[in-house]
Nanobody, 118 residues
């Protein structure tokens, strides 16, 4: 079983930045894609950003130009750099990883809270 552990969340003022990290318990090279999701109170979980092993990224429109997803295979870690944060970015952020070509093998982290004050 793969463990994903997120960190880097916290309270930040609007316009500020945070970098989330997702550390995996084993080599992440086989994961394709990896992604960040978020869930705000009373809302459904939504895909924020995804990254394929080949480097193709995808972002939800509301974060384009502000968030950047990246991965370091040597450190077994996925990142989400979040700049110019807005109150509407407040949510629990979850890391997700899927075994390449095997959608029945998807893993989730426990989540990290991001709160943006106005």
């Amino acid at each position: 079983q793969v463990q994903l552990v997120e960190s880097g969340g916290g309270l930040v003022q609007g316009g500020g930045s945070l970098r989330l990290s997702c550390a995996a318990s084993r080599n992440i090279f086989s994961f394709n894609p990896m992604a960040w999701y978020r869930q705000a109170p009373g809302k459904e979980r939504e895909l924020v950003a995804s990254l394929t092993r080949g480097g193709i990224t995808n972002y939800v429109d509301s974060v384009k130009g502000r968030f950047t997803i990246s991965r370091d295979n040597n450190k077994n870690t996925l990142y989400l750099q979040m700049n110019n944060l807005k109150p509407e970015d407040t949510a629990v952020y979850y890391c997700n990883a899927m075994e390449a070509g095997r959608p029945q093998y998807r893993y989730w982290g426990q989540g990290t809270q991001v709160t943006v004050s106005s």
